[in-house]
Nanobody, 127 residues
Framework: HVQLVESGGGSVQAGGSLRLSCAASEFTYNRNCLGWFRQAPGKEREGVAAITTGTGLTYYVGSAKGRFTISQDGDANKWYLQMMNLKPEDTGVYYC????????????????????WGEGSLVTISS
């Protein structure tokens, strides 16, 4: 497990942009799966995007493709979720997460494999 600290989020109108940031304390392994999840009101938490550290390989849920970008700043153990053309259905609490066990991402982040979580950031998109 690692400690994760999130920042960003907020309220914007539909069509706007937001960026979320996540910083990890320290990773033991060079390869880890980093991700972003969101939980809309009344719904289950779902994986949105994932990136394997040091590879640039990314995965997105269908609704995020073409609008969201996950990126990593490896030197600083930080990663980001740039969200553009936001829609009201993107509203929810966004969580960064990591599988710190030295395993690559295999696709859209899996809730069960993540062992470290941020505290969550509220994103509200108004129409």
């Amino acid at each position: 497990h690692v400690q994760l600290v999130e920042s960003g989020g907020g309220s914007v109108q539909a069509g706007g942009s937001l960026r979320l940031s996540c910083a990890a304390s320290e990773f033991t392994y060079n390869r880890n799966c980093l991700g972003w999840f969101r939980q809309a009101p009344g719904k289950e938490r779902e994986g949105v995007a994932a990136i394997t550290t040091g590879t640039g390989l990314t995965y997105y849920v269908g609704s995020a493709k073409g609008r969201f970008t996950i990126s990593q700043d490896g030197d600083a153990n930080k990663w980001y979720l740039q969200m553009m053309n936001l829609k009201p259905e993107d509203t929810g609490v966004y969580y960064c997460a990591a599988d710190s066990g030295g395993r690559r991402c295999l696709g859209i982040p899996d809730l069960q494999r993540m062992d470290s979580w941020g505290e969550g950031s509220l994103v509200t998109i108004s129409s």
